[in-house]
């Protein structure tokens, strides 16, 4: 697919949903934008409280007048939804979220602390209506993988007609034997410069939400699905509709999308391929860095 932005100069896409992408365009409005039939639908504008954070995740449900667009936004990770015959943004009053996907026809929202917010947009308002808890990490998992030295980024997908979550453990500074190494190791007392070791992924856990518990259990193994996630919308997808993939695999891109241009070598480049069965990594061969960073792209359900 070429020129997917023809007629939308200076055009940032900042999150996709199926067979859609919202678009900031150079004034920085929104609106929803298909790349297969150019189709376009202006969104109201983001008063000054509201301005999303370019990068953050958007989620759209199918394009109806009577749909709702829900944006993540701000300092404080709050939400917001809008209709299409709307000229106006409404708050949902909460705020810390990272995720959000269209499951079962209503908004699952997942938390900073893990845990996930169920809302049913079948009321005037949308209502809460379920929390389930955040996944319960071993010991071992804090022992290897410190706070100090890692973070995670965490994703919401939709597999095998079930809810999982993917948790992507990430070193703020790996050095070139992929070991992460605390930010004050990269000062060196006879360089000026310090050493640049960029963020990198080390780590993916997957778990599936139990609808009955309404507690997370861990995936040991994807079977056929591949998963793919990054900066906007994830998705899982089976090795049979698609070409090229391994199954039991996740594909990833950066996401870090404001630290892309601090250093060349620094951001932009954190993206490949994990095996479950294993945990080993792969990158293409092909590209080290990716500026501006990629997304996904996916034709509209049927």
Partial sequence: MKNVFDGLPDAW??????????????????????????????????????KPSVGETYF?????????VVVIYGIQSSLAFCTLEDNTWTDLGDEGYCDIICYENQLSALAANGSIAVWDFRSPFPTKIITPSAPVSDADHYMDF?????FTQSYLVESLGGLWLVDRIVGYFVNSEGIAVDEFDLLIPEDTQPLVCPYRTKLFNVYELD??????????????????????????????????????????????????DEDYMYGGHDFGTFKLTDGSFETPDYCSKFDPPPFWILPARR
């Fill in 13 to 50: 896409c900042v999150g996709s949903y199926p067979g859609w992408m919202m678009v900031l365009d150079r004034r920085g409005n929104p609106l929803l934008f298909n790349p297969f039939c150019k189709a376009k639908v202006e969104l109201p504008t983001f008063p000054r409280e509201l």
């Fill in 60 to 68: 759209v449900e199918q394009l109806r007048k009577s749909c709702r």
């Fill in 146 to 150: 410190p706070r100090n030295k890692f």
């Fill in 211 to 260: 609808h009955k518990q309404e507690t997370w259990k861990k995936v040991e193994s994807l079977g056929d699905p591949v998963i793919f996630v990054g900066g906007n919308y994830s998705k899982s997808m089976s090795i049979h509709d698609i070409e090229g993939c391994e199954s039991n695999t996740i594909y990833f891109s950066d996401e870090n999308w404001n630290q892309v």
